[in-house]
T-cell receptor
């Protein structure tokens, strides 16, 4: 079954630095989405990249997708303390109901 | 901006009791989902619902679970006889096209 796995599991950086998180998956996908989750809270949709796209930007977020390597990266530039959260990638397939398969997530801590 | 809402935010119940978790998806969305996240673990798919029927369900979604869309706005998840291992955060999600939008979750604690 397809599976998103993020690395690193935890990342701690200084405010203002860039944060890069990676995600790998196993099977062919239709789309890949990134979500943020503040501790004990809901999932906030950040950005979606389709399987025929290679890069996408949204504000301080940059997502890349390499379908040949079955991997994606999320870059947050000029990090802020408010970016402290867990970040998850989620993949879906063309078939079926497009259920999302989530990775374990990267816990990002931005130190002031 | 429209959003998915869920109630209650926290539910505490005794093992063996029935619980109903409620969700109001975004009004023009057509596809509805339930996911759960056990503390410290990844988010797991439970069930998807489209056109008033289940379109896909996971192995977790056994006979103890059921979903319903009783009217044009609500989408409910019922657990008939809760077990300790059902303790988790339950998320409802909905979509119209590709992006799935999640509610804030219901934290279910089974004692």
């Amino acid at each position: 079954s397809q599976q998103g796995e993020e690395d690193p599991q935890a990342l701690s950086i200084q405010e203002g630095e860039n944060a890069t998180m990676n995600c790998s998956y196993k099977t062919s996908i239709n789309n890949l989405q990134w979500y943020r989750q503040n501790s004990g809270r809901g999932l906030v949709h950040l950005i979606l990249i389709r399987s025929n796209e290679r890069e996408k930007h949204s504000g301080r977020l940059r997502v890349t997708l390499d379908t040949s390597k079955k991997s994606s990266s999320l870059l947050i530039t000029a990090s802020r303390a408010a970016d402290t959260a867990s970040y998850f990638c989620a993949t879906d397939s063309i078939q079926g109901a497009q259920k999302l398969v989530f990775g374990q997530g990267t816990r990002l801590t931005i130190n002031p | 901006e429209p959003e998915v809402t869920q109630t209650p935010s926290h539910q505490v119940t005794q093992m063996g009791q029935e619980v109903i978790l409620r969700c109001v998806p975004i009004s023009n969305h057509l596809y509805f989902y339930w996911y759960r996240q056990i503390l410290g673990q990844k988010v797991e798919f439970l069930v998807s619902f489209y056109n008033n029927e289940i379109s896909e369900k996971s192995e977790i979604f056994d006979d103890q679970f059921s979903v319903e869309r009783p009217d044009g706005s609500n989408f409910t998840l019922k657990i008939r006889s809760t077990k300790l291992e059902d303790s988790a955060m339950y998320f409802c999600a909905s979509r119209l096209e590709t992006e799935q939008f999640f509610g804030p979750g219901t934290r279910l604690t089974v004692l």
